[in-house]
């Protein structure tokens, strides 16, 4: 089945520090990846989305300056969270979206940031 | 950008009642709806997908109901047990997806 494997789980970070984390889909190519964040009590945001040949789109509020992106092939991405602060923690999550429109996104078990 | 509103926050039923959970959203062109299922500590369980064509679609335990005039998707579990306390969370999207604010369900004894 498809699986999405991120690393590492958990980790905790000194403020003003950088983070990265990965993300890994086993099984299937995915051709988007999605990074999102699970702020506490709150809903999960859309950090950016990329797609295979296709720039990567950051939201509103979130910037490639801040969180760059690297996706080199169709089962890997990192993204890192630069000059972390109390703000950056939560639980980020990758999802990986199967190739075909109208597929769910499949979401790792997430990397959770505490920033201290 | 899109919106989905999720209602109710928290949800508390008995073992064995049914329990509703509403998602409405404000982008009448999506084509594709998600529910979710975190529980804590986890990540996101796929529940459910749902093309706009089809309005109801029933899984083991529960039942998907879109109502595309109203904007519209609900959740409804049949028969609530303690493995279905979780946080519940709508979805929907076609090249990006955006997510309610979430559904806390508790099923007490």
């Known amino acids: 089945g498809a699986l999405v494997y991120q690393y590492p789980r958990r980790t905790i970070c000194k403020s003003g520090t950088s983070m990265r984390m990965e993300c890994q889909a086993v099984g299937f190519q995915a051709t988007s990846v999605a990074w999102y964040r699970q702020s506490p009590q709150k809903t999960f945001e859309l950090i950016a989305l990329?797609?295979?040949?296709?720039?990567?789109?950051?939201e509103q509020n979130f910037t490639q300056e801040k969180f760059p992106i690297s996706h080199p092939n169709l089962s890997f991405s990192s993204m890192t969270v630069l000059n972390a602060y109390l703000e950056d923690r939560g639980l980020y999550l990758c999802?990986?979206?199967?190739?075909?429109?109208?597929?769910?996104?499949?979401f790792g078990k997430g990397t959770r940031l505490t920033v201290v | 950008g899109e919106q989905v509103e999720q209602r109710p926050p928290h949800l508390s039923v008995r073992e064995g009642d049914s329990a509703v959970i509403t998602c409405t959203y404000t982008d009448p062109n999506s084509y594709y709806f998600f529910w979710y299922k975190q529980e804590p500590g986890a990540s996101l369980q796929l529940l459910m997908k749902v093309f706009s064509s089809t309005e109801i679609n029933e899984g083991q335990g529960f039942t998907v109901l879109l109502n595309k005039k109203d904007t519209r998707l609900s959740l409804n579990l049949t028969a609530a047990h303690p493995g279905d306390s979780a946080a519940y969370f709508c979805?929907?999207?076609?090249?990006?997806?955006?997510f309610g604010a979430g559904t806390k369900l508790t099923i007490k004894p």
């Open positions: 990329s797609t295979v040949n296709s720039a990567i789109k950051y």
């Open positions: 979805a929907h999207g076609n090249e990006k997806i955006t």
């Open positions: 999802g990986a979206r199967l190739s075909g429109t109208g597929q769910a996104v499949f």
